[in-house]
């Protein structure tokens, strides 16, 4: 993680052709919460927008649990969210079981609603919820 290099993300999307090789989120987790947990923000949130299952490494629902106890030896939280983007959410229910926001999205539409919906209602306005719910219904949900 580091700072947004335009010239090399466009060098990128221009060779990339199709996804391949594994879908570690368990580990995406990891990085982007140490990241968060790094920075002098005082609210630290982390968004995972996929369109695969988890299938290496560390599964999601533990990566958030070990992010949670570094947050709590920190002093400070972490807000969790994904979106499961064209693969069944339910696949990562256990996310909401960590405090994880947890949405759907099937098409570009929805995708859409559904970032703006977690970045309007869980990261700039920092819904409240219920302890232990992660999720709730999105928009047209």
């Known amino acids: 993680m580091g700072p947004l290099n335009a010239a090399a993300m466009r ?3 221009k060779s990339f052709s199709a ?8 580990e995406t987790v990891a990085l982007a919460g140490k990241a968060a947990l790094a920075s002098n923000l005082s ?3 982390v968004l995972v927008v996929t369109d695969g299952e ?3 490494g560390k599964a999601p629902a ?3 649990s070990d992010l ?7 002093k400070t939280s972490v807000g969790s969210h994904f979106i499961a983007f064209d ?7 256990p996310v909401k079981s960590e405090g994880a926001t947890l949405l759907g999205a099937s098409n570009e539409a929805q995708l859409t609603e559904q970032l703006a919906y977690i970045l309007e209602k869980k990261i700039l306005l920092e ?3 219920p302890p232990g719910r992660g999720g709730g219904p999105g928009p047209g949900k």
């Open 11 to 13: 060098a990128w999307m």
């Open 19 to 26: 996804p391949s090789g594994p879908t570690p989120l368990g």
């Open 43 to 45: 609210r630290k949130h």
């Open 54 to 56: 988890s299938n290496r």
């Open 62 to 64: 533990a990566a958030l």
């Open 68 to 74: 949670r106890r570094e947050a709590e030896r920190a």
């Open 87 to 93: 693969v069944n959410a339910s696949v990562f229910e």
């Open 127 to 129: 819904e409240e919820e």
